[in-house]
């Protein structure tokens, strides 16, 4: 079964600063790895996939992640966080086979003026 | 990719009533996905809507309090039934935009009192 974790509920970062929002997963198969942001009182927007090819993936808003195989992540960052980019960020995993998504449980970025 | 119209975008729902949200897809899609988000949660799959079948639900959530209609391959409604202040959530309707991404609607915010 899959399974994503978030190890941090909260990253705060000044603005300006390089920004990481960690995220780790377990699959059977080939990993189909996501980022989607949730703004306060909106819905999920997408942000990135890898698929396959390039492990660095480059996304909306400035945002990029990186597959690392060997160590099963996907990374988020940004090379200079925006006050603007203060939001709940998931990482989601589906395998190769199926359809549903597996969510992580979220981690809260907070940019500081 | 697909565009989702979801409604009502947010209610406040006596105990003991029920709640139909609706999600309309601008295109075809075979399978819709009903998520729940409580809060200060990540999403959780409520259940697999097909066309021309009966949903599919996970476990832990069950056809009576969740009841689905998947008319047509554009349209799914979702009714939280015989609410309780438990069924706060947020909750999301997505389908498959591409062959490997979700596009998610703007989601219902319920407060039930």
């Known amino acids: 079964a899959q399974s994503v974790a978030q190890p941090e509920d909260q990253v705060n970062v000044a603005e300006g600063n390089p920004l990481t929002v960690k995220c780790t997963y377990s699959v059977s198969g080939n990993p189909y790895l996501f980022w989607y942001v949730q703004y306060p009182n909106r819905g999920l927007q997408f942000l990135l996939k890898y698929i396959t090819g390039d492990n660095l993936v480059k996304g909306s808003y400035g945002f990029e992640a990186e597959f690392n195989k060997s160590q099963t992540s996907f990374h988020l960052k940004k090379p200079s966080a925006l006050v603007s980019d203060s939001a709940l960020y998931f990482c989601a995993v589906r395998d190769s086979e199926g359809q549903n998504f597996v969510f992580g449980p979220g981690t809260r970025l907070s940019v500081l003026p | 990719s697909a565009v989702i119209s979801q409604k009502p975008s947010r209610d406040i729902c006596q105990r003991g009533t029920s709640l139909t949200i609706q999600c309309q897809v601008d295109s075809q899609v075979t399978m819709m996905f009903w998520y729940r988000q409580q809060p200060g949660q990540s999403l959780t799959l409520i259940a697999t809507?097909?066309?021309?079948?009966?949903?599919?639900?996970e476990s832990g959530f069950v056809i009576d309090k969740f009841p689905i209609s998947r008319p047509n391959l554009t349209f799914s409604t979702l009714t939280v039934s015989n609410m309780s202040p438990e069924d706060s959530s947020i909750y999301l309707c997505s389908v498959v935009a591409e062959p490997y991404g979700y596009t998610f609607g703007s989601g219902t915010r319920l407060t039930v009192v």
């Open positions: 809507a097909n066309q021309g079948s009966e949903a599919t639900y």
